[in-house]
């Protein structure tokens, strides 16, 4: 899996967009970017992925940049609810094992 | 849809006594499920991989005869930690796969078990 770096913690007030950034400055053709979140003591929660276009759901929007070498997930409004670890994860899709998780971005929403 | 349900939620046991902890996929077959542990502000680690009808595979460093798997069924993966110390006191949590095992769909996880070994 390529290497992923995200920020270790962020801050973003309440209703506001919360923008979390991933470089994957090593990503290849064949991996996909997925990100999941850990609310406290929970269980990781997926949110989205994306190959190379950008991708919208009900949870989130993914922008994935030309050169697929980062991407951004926005959070459109974000409530307190959103309080997490965010956890950018670069993999090629039709590997059958586990995910590695590395330390994601703590966001805080404040209020 | 794509529902993974864990049980116990936490369970609190004596030093030397067997846990186990069960991985069900509510609506959808799961020939492959994962064991994650996670330690306080730590992130989470890959255990094993159970397969159904077959032996789990372990990570480097992992006790296979301390973390037995059992993955009898599509729909059912166990944890059982075996003689349990204080130090595997720890946030358990496991995952699967609602498509097929070689394609991009998300892993789905449940909502962890916490183990307090006293």
């Known amino acids: 899996d390529a290497k992923t770096t995200q920020p270790t913690s962020m801050d973003c007030a309440e209703g506001r967009a919360a923008n979390l950034p991933c470089n994957h400055s090593?990503?290849?053709?064949?991996?996909?970017v997925y990100w999941y979140r850990q609310i406290h003591s929970q269980g990781p929660q997926y949110i989205i992925h994306g190959l190379k276009n950008n991708e919208t759901n009900e949870m989130a929007s993914l922008i994935i940049t030309e050169d697929r070498k980062s991407s951004t997930l926005i959070l459109p409004h974000a409530t307190l609810r959103d309080t997490a670890v965010y956890y950018c994860i670069v993999r090629v899709a039709w590997r059958a094992d586990g995910l590695t998780f590395g330390k994601g971005t703590h966001l805080i929403i404040q209020p | 849809g794509a529902v993974v349900s864990q049980h116990p939620s936490w369970v609190i046991c004596k030093s030397g006594t067997s846990v186990k902890i069960e991985c069900r996929s509510l609506d959808f077959q799961a020939t492959t499920m994962f064991w994650y542990r996670q330690f306080p502000k730590q992130s989470l680690m890959l255990m094993a991989t159970s397969n159904e009808g077959s032996k789990a595979t372990y990570e480097q460093g992992v006790e296979k005869d301390k973390f037995l798997i059992n993955h009898a069924s599509l729909t059912l993966s166990t944890l059982t930690v075996t003689s349990a110390h204080p130090e595997d006191s720890s946030f358990y949590i496991c995952?699967?796969?609602?498509?097929?095992?070689?394609?991009?769909?998300?892993?789905?996880f449940g909502n962890g078990t916490r183990l307090t070994v006293t």
């Open positions: 995952s699967a796969r609602a498509g097929l095992d070689r394609s991009n769909s998300p892993l789905h």
């Open positions: 090593t990503i290849s053709g064949n991996e996909y």
